[in-house]
């Protein structure tokens, strides 16, 4: 009988992880991605540094197996990253729903980001909640690949309320 894994999401508005949570998300991003479109430590660190930054944390028994950077200000997704041990558990849904539940509880009228248009995991997974794809953008990635514009907007965005 497999063990039991419990997952675990730690949500963090202004995050200031520890340099050891950084490089665990570091080692993430490099399995993740190739090295030419992964993210640097300074890139991270900046993203993080941001006014509005938001860290979601997804943890398996105490091990981090996925995260996502977003922006509370802007509603950008700018990346979601889960351990390739931990792919096919729910964590990547589990990390972009508590991020979405955040953006839809601070008003933000929408969500979006770019997901390499080879990456049909991640495009299939931002579908399932709701996104759409609005176009391609050519040649957007260091490597020379294009990527997808996505976009959703949360229900009752933009209707003000009767006065």
């Known amino acids: 009988m497999k063990p039991k894994l419990e997952l675990s999401l730690r949500i963090e508005p202004s995050p200031c992880p520890s340099?050891?949570?950084i490089e665990s998300m570091l080692e993430i991003e490099a399995l993740c991605y190739p090295p030419e479109t992964r993210y640097s430590l300074e890139t991270i660190c900046g993203f993080l540094s941001w006014?509005?930054?938001l860290l979601v944390r997804?943890?398996?028994n105490g091990t981090l197996a996925g995260f996502q950077i977003s922006n509370?200000?802007?509603?950008q997704l700018i990346t979601l990253d889960v351990h390739p041990a931990?792919?096919?558990r729910g964590i990547g849904s589990a990390i972009l729903g508590a991020t979405l539940e955040q953006m839809r509880n601070q008003g933000l009228p929408l969500a979006q980001c770019?997901?390499?248009t080879h990456n049909k995991a991640s495009i299939e997974l931002h579908k399932k909640f709701g996104f759409?794809?609005?176009g391609r953008i050519e040649r957007y990635y260091e490597d020379g690949s294009d990527a997808q514009l996505m976009l959703l907007l949360f229900p009752g965005a933009g209707r003000r309320a009767p006065r």
Not at 72 to 75: K, N
């Open 132 to 134: 759409r794809t609005l």
């Open 58 to 60: 997804a943890y398996m």
């Open 114 to 116: 770019e997901i390499a």
């Open 72 to 75: 509370l200000i802007s509603g």
């Open 51 to 53: 006014d509005g930054s």
């Open 19 to 21: 340099m050891d949570e």
């Open 86 to 88: 931990f792919r096919r």
